[in-house]
């Protein structure tokens, strides 16, 4: 157990795959249990666990690479090191620049990157716009069930016949809160004992009321936990069918009402309003759920306040991914070897994640997250506690939920009318029975179409 959080905390580590050796010699290939095996043909034989990963240093060629984030030019030096004959061109511009462009040029047939960061695979998974890893000269398949379920398929075409992209980060959910704050509420203030007694909806009650008496507040929005648990299940299922209306939501939206009459809330953003920052550096939230990135963000925001902060599981039983990114590979590529060389190996090199972590990115490999020096890894703004080790207790509860590309649209018709039940107090049986049948209502022409597109994928 882990009573400070600066010891071991539960949970099992699975996938140990060893370290991951690149270097900058010529000739070298490197397999995933870090042993060099040069047979002169390019070709490593080393494996693990059945799954080989060769670098090859024969590849060798020009590729262009699309991303938001400058921290890659530091990651293509080390790629470098290694590959020295792949010359990486990297353009980086906005996030919303870079997935209109990219989708411009691949529905266009030119202009598109060899590879590409992205955050969202489905606006491109029509058949033909992106390589399926799964399949020759890539074969990615092999790498399942060395990651969790959620990740693996996230990444996956929308019939989950095609592998788009291989994972690469993966942000749980988790509950950012001040020990002080509520330590002085009488509430539970150790990660493991907050964690637990939040899991009960009436203890959640109880902080809210408690520390709502002393003109602090508990979550930034009053809907949080109805919405967090929507997350974990997404809006539809493999077969379309509309996953927001169940017990669970009708109960967890039955208790945010209870929530927001406890005031529970400013309803503000404490990262990207101005007025929630302010209620943020004067003290007066004492916690919020967030993705595991955002730890960096709030020591953006409040740097005054480092080591007043710390991490716990996200209350009610939820666990969820929020946000993530990957690599694709268009179909227009003219080098697929080397473009596939530099995919796997800013996917999954170690060299690459310590940098990567640097940043506060999570990795989705359990051959990365079993090594010492990620374990170790402590955040001092968090009270100097092992934060990645905690982290990755949660990845594989994180349930598989699907993405599809009706997901943005269904969300206005989900939290308007989420909103107008709070308000008025409306059943809740009866809200969400309603943002179904409407749901179904605006989008099922479009979703009826999109099936029998899919029927001859």
């Not at 040069?38 to 991303?67: H, K, L, Q, R």
Request: aromatic share 12%; glycine share 8%.
């Amino acid at each position: 157990m882990y009573k400070t959080m600066k010891k071991s905390f539960v949970g099992v580590l699975l996938f140990l795959f060893a370290t991951i050796l690149v270097s900058g010699c010529s000739n070298k290939e490197s397999s995933l249990n870090g042993n060099s095996n040069d047979n002169g043909s390019g070709n490593s034989n080393g494996n693990e666990d059945g799954i080989t990963y060769t670098i090859d240093t024969n590849v060798e060629g020009e590729i262009n690479f699309w991303s938001w984030d400058t921290m890659f030019e530091d990651v293509i030096v080390e790629f470098n090191k290694v590959y020295p004959n792949v010359k990486v061109n990297l353009t980086v511009m906005d996030i919303g620049e870079l997935h209109d462009k990219l989708q411009t040029t691949i529905n266009s047939g030119s202009g598109a990157p060899d590879v590409s960061h992205v955050d969202n695979v489905i606006r491109y998974g029509e058949p033909g716009l992106l390589e399926d890893l799964s399949q020759p000269p890539y074969n990615a398949e092999r790498y399942a069930g060395t990651t969790s379920d959620y990740i693996w398929e996230r990444w996956k075409s929308l019939d989950g016949k095609r592998l788009l992209a291989v994972p690469w980060d993966i942000t749980p959910g988790v509950f950012y809160y001040r020990p002080d704050l509520y330590e002085q509420a009488g509430l539970p203030s150790d990660p493991e004992e907050l964690g637990e007694f939040l899991q009960d909806k009436d203890n959640v009650l109880t902080a809210g009321q408690t520390l709502a008496a002393n003109d602090i507040y508990m979550f930034e929005f009053r809907d949080t936990p109805a919405v967090q648990y929507g997350d974990a299940i997404g809006y539809f299922d493999k077969d379309f069918n509309y996953t927001r209306n169940d017990e669970r939501m009708i109960e967890l939206l039955d208790f945010v009402k209870q929530g927001s009459q406890i005031g529970w809330a400013p309803q503000k953003s404490v990262i990207f309003d101005d007025e929630g920052v302010q209620l943020l550096k004067q003290g007066r939230v004492a916690s919020f759920p967030a993705g595991t990135q955002f730890a960096r963000a709030i020591a953006d925001v409040v740097p005054e306040q480092s080591g007043k902060w710390s991490v716990t599981r996200m209350p009610l039983d939820t666990y969820v991914g929020l946000s993530g990114s990957t690599f694709v590979i268009p179909s227009q590529t003219t080098n697929k070897e080397a473009s596939w060389a530099f995919t796997e190996w800013i996917s999954r090199s170690e060299e690459a994640w310590k940098i990567y972590v640097e940043k506060g990115i999570q990795p989705a490999w359990g051959h990365i997250t079993s090594l010492p020096w990620y374990q170790e890894m402590t955040n001092e703004f968090l009270g100097g506690i092992q934060a990645f080790k905690f982290y990755d207790t949660l990845t594989y509860e994180i349930p598989v939920r699907r993405f599809t590309p009706f997901d943005g649209a269904a969300w206005p018709l989900y939290i308007d009318k989420v909103n107008e039940a709070i308000d008025n107090n409306i059943d809740s049986r009866t809200i969400l029975s309603q943002i179904e049948d409407n749901t179904l209502k605006q989008l099922g022409p479009d979703i009826e179409k999109l099936k029998e597109e899919m029927a001859n994928w």
